[in-house]
């Protein structure tokens, strides 16, 4: 019989009497069994199991008496500052003609030296990026959506323009569902058009976006990243069960982007992520999509993920030191996002909140690049960004809140 | 640093006899309950006893987590805030999930206060089989008059069973309240020592046993300062209120304060910041008058960011359903287990009376995908069967994006459960989202599938067109 206590048990004597006791009383009882308690090693490793995490708190210790105290007592506080032993790598999305394509501005994320927003111990180098959603035909899209775009969804460039030009979109994320053999089974060759035809519409990078089709999109993807040779585009992506490898050589050869996407998986995730590397890609080639669920609908997995991940690169986990890409925009598969009820109130508002609050949970989980779909939740998102880095002046007062609220 | 507990250093704290009286087979077994967070020291009856007392006191102290846990209210109706033990969700349970309170101003007229007492009472949401509710009742002093305070706190303490938050910043306020407006033994929350009043307020808290809230708005050292005052006077139960700001750079202090007061408690021991964190989204409503539809919305989503950095306890001003909703689901999704897959059985499932002719639907075990579809065939009175697959607990989408929703489950899902004899046609309807598996599902199982709607609300009109 082996019985483990942890390492870091140190008054040593006393375990050694404790054991001594325990060893009588598991005599006592018969055999090597404490009625439910079998001090087994598995067993006894189970039953530690929870204690990991469970920390200790030095005794709390108040003065003995309690005498009248007429001014504060003084202290200091610093802040508990961390550093990290590792970095995200940056990522360029999108080329200007100085660097082989013909976008008018890049946008950069990643680089990373700590955890979002943690900004009083270190300031990271790119701010979060937010990017439209536009298919290449028209989609059954929430009614609060739809209102948006009904009139440019027959045209994904018309489409990508509105993003752009009305509603301030940083990069497009162009999903060519319509390749979908189910769907139109529109041609590689006839895809790669429409991605053309966006890239010139507007100016700002892309994200191009297959069918969902293991077998079809690599090809699609493929045909793409040769019509946007140089433009730095984000391929959507590779897959441990898809022809990832064809995906990452167009990505190498014509100076895209991956992105590699796993099912909730952080194994897997790292595992592809190493797939990529050993087909040549270098991790500023790289984006992790880890699955992003709606809010209620497994966004509580989204967010440990995101911030396993980004804890992992950050402590130097080199296989997962890549910028993270959420999809937002799922929060729209939610009905609560887009379902008429008489319960929940106005969908018109409680659409656009639930991808507000879905994209907030990943901000501060550790996203770099989200996607989007409702105009308001852009506007509301890229004003609270400017407040989180700290570029808007206030003079808040708070003092007084409990007097000064309306009814 | 804090170090690790270990099994044996609780055993050592227990009167070891094994008597069973706390229903466990002995002192080790209750030891581990402990530390699973099962059972209290108090559980064990022995321990209670004179002689054990300083074992009592120290096996309480070793057990603490980081964070102490506040009780606010009394019997019936309490509330319990803190009690964290880690930084990131992943590595433990959260427990307490945060507090909700909503305000009430006692400028109201009484009719309005005690529809809105039980407006917050009665409002609930039922999700994947839990009851999301509002907890408590913050009542504010905007009038500036003690009389009126303490009338409209026992208007609100009559009106409703919540616990509750006395707020004001003016000492005589709080013990008009105290004194009486009939809730000086329901211990509510007083809101808030300030570095102007604390001297004062802290002599409310210990005289009526009341936890109480330490306001330092964007101040930490203030904060600090404050705590270990009140500490040294004798209190014990403590909520933080380090300043909700809403708006620009202050708004990225208020997060940066949060984040480093829990990692000062948790990571570096910090006993002083060891209290619950509150926050008070209603701010955004402070001012001149607001659009009700533009500040409920920035609301949610400030409540939404300061429950992703801690925040134990939460007031807020909306009463709009809509900006509610997402912010009761996040509260849930952030406080479940993340050890535990969210998950139901899978199987075939009847639901009303079907029979041989009835349709048959495929969906995945995710929990609230399940109970969705399962409550919208129920409701509309179909009479079917449903086939609930092994996706590991996964959506619809997401899981034929990652390939646990695939044809050789099904088919493995037709034979563990025999709904080829259920039945005399071979229909199959799948989720509209899984509309891409149609060809392979009909390859693997030699039956034809049918491509239902994307939503199950939709089945009903989608079975009278395609189901004869
Ligand atoms: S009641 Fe106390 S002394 Fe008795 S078995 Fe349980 S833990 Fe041990």
């Not at chain 1, 940083?170 to 979908?180: A, M, P, Q, V, Y």
């Not at chain 2, 030891?31 to 699973?36: N, P, Q, V």
């Not at chain 2, 006395?166 to 013990?175: A, I, Q, R, V, Y």
């Not at chain 2, 996706?391 to 989408?397: D, H, K, P, R, S």
């Amino acid at each position: 019989m082996a019985i483990f206590f942890g390492d870091d048990y140190e008054e040593k004597e006393e375990a050694k009497a404790l054991i001594k006791s325990l060893a009588k009383l598991i005599e006592k009882l018969g055999d090597l069994e404490i009625e439910n308690v079998e001090i087994r090693a598995e067993e006894l490793t189970f039953i530690l199991q929870p204690m990991v995490g469970v920390m200790a708190q030095a005794p709390q210790l108040l003065p003995k008496v309690e005498k009248a105290i007429e001014t504060l007592l003084k202290t200091e506080f610093s802040p508990p500052i961390e550093t990290y032993p590792g970095q995200i790598a940056e990522v360029q999305i999108g080329a200007t003609r100085s660097d082989g394509g013909s976008r008018k501005k890049v946008v950069r994320i990643g680089g990373e030296k700590t955890m979002p927003f943690y900004s009083f111990e270190a300031l990271n180098p790119n701010r979060l990026a937010f990017a439209m959603d536009v298919f290449d035909m028209p989609v059954v899209l929430a009614k609060s959506v739809k209102q948006h775009f009904e009139d440019v969804m027959h045209d994904p460039a018309d489409w990508a323009k509105r993003c752009v030009e009305d509603f301030g979109a940083e990069i497009i994320s162009l999903n060519l569902i319509s390749t979908d053999p189910l769907i139109k089974d529109t041609s590689a060759k006839d895809a790669a058009k429409t991605v053309e035809r966006v890239l010139q519409a507007v100016d700002v990078p892309l994200i191009i976006g297959g069918s969902g089709n293991k077998a079809k999109d690599p090809f699609v993807l493929e045909a793409a990243a040769e019509v946007a040779s140089g433009e730095r585009c984000i391929l959507n992506s590779a897959n441990i069960d898809n022809d990832y490898k064809r995906i990452a050589r167009a990505a190498k050869k014509y100076g895209h982007i991956v992105v590699a996407f796993t099912p909730m998986d952080i194994n897997n995730q790292k595992k592809l992520n190493r797939l990529l590397l050993d087909e040549g890609l270098s991790k500023e080639q790289i984006i992790i999509d880890p699955t992003t669920a709606a809010l209620g609908y497994g966004l509580d997995y989204t967010l440990s993920l995101m911030e396993r991940i980004k804890l992992a690169g950050l402590l130097g986990d080199s296989d997962l030191q890549m910028p993270i890409l959420a999809s937002t925009s799922n929060s729209w598969g939610a009905r609560e996002a887009w379902m008429k009820s008489e319960e929940w109130g106005p969908r018109e508002y409680r659409g656009p909140l639930w991808e507000t609050v879905t994209t907030i949970t990943a901000m501060m989980a550790g996203g770099d690049l989200f996607m989007l779909s409702h105009p308001a939740t852009v506007r509301v998102i890229k004003g609270l960004m400017e407040n989180l880095y700290g570029e808007v002046d206030t003079d808040q007062r708070i003092q007084d809140w409990i007097t000064d609220i309306g009814m | 640093m804090p170090e690790k507990v270990t099994l044996l250093s609780v055993y050592r704290f227990l009167p070891q006899t094994n008597c069973g009286e706390c229903g466990e087979p002995n002192c080790m077994a209750f030891a581990s309950k402990l530390l699973e967070r099962k059972f209290t020291p108090e559980n064990c009856p022995p321990l209670k006893k004179p002689k054990y007392k300083e074992q009592m006191a120290k096996l309480i102290e070793l057990i603490a987590p980081p964070i102490k846990e506040v009780t606010i209210g009394t019997g019936n109706s309490i509330v319990k805030i803190g009690g964290k033990e880690v930084m990131y969700r992943h590595e433990l349970t959260y427990h307490n999930p945060t507090a909700i309170a909503i305000d009430v101003s006692d400028t109201m007229d009484d009719g309005k206060i005690v529809e809105t007492c039980k407006a917050i009472e009665t409002i609930s949401l039922v999700r994947i089989g839990e009851t999301l509710k509002l907890n408590m009742v913050a009542v504010r002093c905007a009038s500036k008059d003690p009389d009126r305070f303490s009338y409209v706190t026992s208007l609100v303490a009559r009106s409703c069973n919540l616990p509750l938050i006395l707020c004001s910043f003016d000492p005589k306020n709080l013990k008009a309240a105290l004194e009486k407006g009939q809730v000086a033994n329901k211990r509510p929350l007083l809101y808030a020592a300030s570095e102007e009043n604390w001297r004062e307020v802290s002599e409310l808290a210990k005289q009526y046993d009341c936890p109480v809230v330490i306001f330092a708005p964007n101040n930490l050292t203030l904060l600090k300062s404050l705590i270990k005052t009140l500490q040294a006077i004798g209190i014990r139960d403590i909520v933080m209120d380090p300043g909700s700001y809403t708006e620009g750079k202050l708004l990225k202090d208020s997060i940066n304060n949060l984040v480093m007061i829990r990692r000062a408690a948790i990571q570096r021991g910090d006993k002083d910041l060891s209290y619950p964190i509150m926050a008070v989204p209603a701010i955004v409503w402070m001012g001149e008058k607001q659009d009700p539809i533009t500040a409920s919305y920035k609301e949610a989503y400030i409540a939404s960011l300061f429950m992703n950095r801690y925040a134990d306890l939460l007031i807020m001003h909306t009463l709009e359903i809509w900006a509610l909703l997402p912010v009761l689901t996040l509260r849930q999704n952030i406080y479940t287990d993340p050890r535990k897959p969210v998950s139901v059985e899978p199987g075939l499932r009847a639901i009303g009376k079907p029979d041989e002719k009835s349709p048959v639907f495929l969906t995945t075990n995710f929990a609230l995908t399940y109970f969705t579809v399962a409550n919208d065939l129920e409701s509309a009175g179909i009479n079917c069967y449903l086939l609930v697959l092994n996706t590991e607990g996964l959506a619809v989408e997401v899981s034929v994006a990652g390939g646990q929703f695939n044809s050789s489950n099904v088919k493995d899902l037709f034979l563990s459960s025999g709904v080829e004899k259920m039945v005399k046609h071979n229909k199959l309807i799948i989720p509209g989202m899984a509309a891409r598996l149609k060809g392979e599902i009909e390859d693997s199982t030699n039956w034809e599938v049918i491509v239902g709607p994307r939503d199950s609300s939709q089945i009903k009109g989608f079975l009278t067109k395609y189901w004869a």
